[in-house]
Each structure stands twice: as structure tokens, then as C-alpha cells.
């Protein structure tokens, strides 16, 4: 049977020495979610080399808001060295379970993917406890579900179309579904199917996020290789609008949007950036990884549903820094993770602050920090 549609294994607070800080030397590409009491769990995917056969997540848990992590707590690695475990995602759905979510695919891009979820009854247990795996959707699902005010969770899930940086390996017949997507469920996650999907021109692995506009419409924004495009529905996903580039500028990588308490909305992304290649240029070189300006990754603020984003905090200025995921704690926090130099320094980071940091452009409330270290693989530093 075909491998990659088979369930990876889930090794909970494991010894096994290829799990191991020390072990491990390359690791990127980090979720977080913080329970009501405070614990807080990042997760990111490893391994002896960069986006390949073999790759593992990495669960990491803090019980001290954040000083010190765990590292290990949970890992999921395929039985299958050509299967890969990669974009990992952590929600903690309106139940307060915390789904713990990843990709599963044969190489890089086998041209169906697929996203896999496992559940945690109780996050705040001492040992955590997890369902066995269940596949969910075609593609994958880096960022986090949306609750609308339907209650209908929205699931962002995508399969790269032919020109989105990498031609798939094997024909799964999914040409139809190279889109981003748009998986539903109305019953708290016990059925998900797919409502619809937008066609945004020029997307780079697509990595969408969605967010319900004040008016009940739904906005997408999409990873493109000139910066961020966008979609838009208004009967709760079903059909889009013809995709087009926003207004938000970006150097072709991940971001993260979501409605606060407040009712504001918060962008992470990377702002002020110095430098970014052309669009011809990439695709000419063929080599997706040449894209720059992955430096300034900044925290904004929009108090007009997206049109502004009139206030910024810099969580970090240096290159190579990459990949936010954040959440709204119910300590008042925000709390961003990102990765900073995957194959030479491998750290994964966290920020807190409260939006009134961000509306004054600096930290100043009890408790908030940047740059603050959360894992660093140390393993043999001969990848190049």
C-alpha cells in the first residue's frame, strides 16, 4: 500500500538519540498555542537535512511562560525514510483540545500531499495523550483554521500548482485541487470537506490564511512570489473572487494574520525590507531559494479591517529570519514564534508584547520579550 497514505508514528517524551538537540542539525518552520493556564507549545520539523525524506516535528513545551522549554516532548516521524513530516501547525480548536497538525508527502512534492491531525484532549496534562492519526485534506496546512461567525472552522489547505516554485514528482491526478483551498467542517471537526478554493496569479506555495472582514466577508491572503495576493468570498467560501495582488508587500514567505480581541487585526510580516529579486529573475535562475529581504519581521497593527497598518513593532531585524506563526493568549500576550537561519544557526525564537507595545513602536509592558531562544539544534555543522 502506498506509504505516504499511511499514518506516521507518534513518539511521546521519547530517548531515541536521533530526536535529540544534539542529534538534530537542521530545523525550521514553527507553530505556537498557549492554554488558558498558560502553557505554552511550539512545534517546528527537523532533521539531519533540509526539506527531505526523513524530516520529523518537534514538540516543545514551556510550563514557565516561556523561560525555559522541553524539548521532545512529542515527536511524529514516518516509518517510511522517503516520507517526509513537515509544515506543522498547532490550533487549540473553540473545544480547547490542541490539535496538533502536519504534512506528510513522499520527497518534496509527490503532487498530493496531505495534511494529517492528531488531538490532545487535555493540553495541560502532565503526559500528554494523543488520537491516532487521521488524515484530513489533499496538500498542506501551514497556518491556523478559522472560526467564522457561522462557527464553521475554515481549514487553509493547498496543493502547489505546476509553476508555484516546484513541479510535482508523481501524478496523483489533483490538478483540479491546485488551488488554495478551503476545507470546512460544521460539527467541531468530525467531518471536513472541501467548500471551494482561489486561483491567486503568481502564488509561491501558496501558505494562505483567511480572516472574516467586519462585513461577513471572507479574505484570503496568499503567499506570490511579488509579495501578497488576495481573494475574496462572500458566501462563506464556496466561490472566490479572480485572485489579484494586494496592497500588503512581502519577499515571498510565510506571514500570519488574525482578528484580535480587540477587534483589531494583526499582521506579522516582514517590513522595511531591503531587498527583494524580481519575479523574472527567480524564475529565470530556477532556484526558489534565491528569494531575499527575509529580515524585520514586524508586528502590525490595522484599526480599519486591513486597509492601514498604521502601528509596528520590530521583533527582529536580521536576515533570515522566517516563518511567524502567532496566537492571542488569555494572559492578554501575544505570542509569535519564527525560525532564524535553519541550516546555520537553526533557532527557533519567540516574541511576546500586548497591542499597546505595538501602538507605541517598543516593549514596555511587564513581561514582554523578543528574541527570546526556544530550541537550537546542535548536531554536526557540515550541511551546506
Known amino acids: 500500500m502506498d506509504s505516504a497514505l499511511q499514518p506516521a508514528h507518534i513518539f511521546i517524551e521519547p530517548t531515541e538519540e536521533r530526536f535529540k538537540d544534539h542529534y538534530r542539525?537542521?530545523?525550521g518552520i514553527p507553530s505556537i498555542e498557549v492554554t488558558d493556564q498558560g502553557r505554552i507549545f511550539i512545534d517546528f520539523y527537523s532533521g539531519q537535512d533540509a526539506e527531505v525524506g526523513g524530516n520529523m516535528m518537534v514538540l516543545c513545551v514551556s510550563d514557565d511562560h516561556g523561560q525555559t522549554f522541553r524539548s521532545g516532548v512529542t515527536v511524529v516521524e514516518h516509518p517510511d525514510r522517503e516520507c517526509r513530516i513537515y509544515d506543522p501547525n498547532l490550533w487549540i480548536d473553540p473545544l480547547k483540545r490542541l490539535w496538533l497538525t502536519w504534512t506528510q508527502?513522499?520527497?518534496f512534492n509527490d503532487g498530493r500531499m496531505?495534511?494529517?491531525v492528531s488531538v490532545c484532549e487535555d493540553p495541560d496534562a502532565k503526559k500528554l495523550n494523543w488520537s491516532p492519526p487521521r488524515r484530513i485534506a489533499n496538500g498542506i496546512m501551514m497556518n491556523k483554521p478559522v472560526v467564522t461567525s457561522k462557527q464553521e472552522w475554515l481549514f487553509p489547505c493547498a496543493i502547489w500548482c505546476n509553476t508555484s516554485g516546484s513541479r510535482p514528482s508523481e501524478n496523483h491526478g489533483l490538478q483540479h485541487e491546485q488551488f488554495s483551498n478551503v476545507y470546512v467542517s460544521a460539527d467541531n471537526g468530525n467531518t471536513i470537506s472541501l467548500r471551494g478554493h482561489a486561483?491567486?496569479?503568481n502564488r509561491g506555495f501558496d501558505e494562505h490564511m483567511i480572516v472574516e472582514k467586519n462585513d461577513g466577508t471572507l479574505w484570503m491572503l496568499v503567499r506570490t512570489?511579488?509579495?501578497?495576493?488576495e481573494s475574496f468570498s462572500h458566501d462563506g467560501g464556496y466561490t472566490w473572487f479572480p485572485g489579484?495582488?494586494?496592497h500588503i508587500d512581502g519577499p515571498c514567505s510565510r506571514f500570519h494574520i488574525r482578528r484580535l480581541k480587540s477587534g483589531r487585526l494583526l499582521l506579522i510580516n516582514h517590513y522595511h525590507f531591503e531587498e527583494r529579486i524580481d519575479l523574472d529573475d527567480i524564475m529565470s535562475?530556477?532556484?526558489v531559494k534565491s528569494w531575499k529581504g527575509r529580515s524585520h519581521l514586524t508586528a502590525l497593527l490595522s484599526e480599519d479591517d486591513g486597509?492601514?497598518?498604521p502601528y509596528t513593532l520590530l521583533l527582529d531585524e536580521r536576515n533570515e529570519v522566517s516563518y511567524p506563526d502567532a496566537v492571542e493568549a488569555s494572559d492578554g500576550y501575544i505570542y509569535v514564534t519564527y525560525d532564524w537561519e535553519r541550516v546555520k544557526q537553526r533557532e527557533i525564537l519567540m516574541a511576546r508584547f500586548t497591542e499597546e507595545d505595538i501602538i507605541r513602536g517598543q516593549c514596555g509592558s511587564q513581561g514582554a520579550m523578543l528574541k527570546q531562544l526556544v530550541n537550537k539544534a546542535t548536531g554536526q555543522p557540515d550541511i551546506q
Do not use: L
Request: glycine content about 20%.
Open 105 to 107: 508527502a513522499r520527497g
Open 244 to 246: 489579484r495582488k494586494s
Open 225 to 229: 512570489f511579488d509579495g501578497i495576493g
Open 25 to 27: 542539525r537542521w530545523q
Open 285 to 287: 535562475q530556477g532556484n
Open 114 to 116: 496531505g495534511v494529517w
Open 199 to 201: 486561483d491567486v496569479p
Open 307 to 309: 486597509k492601514t497598518w
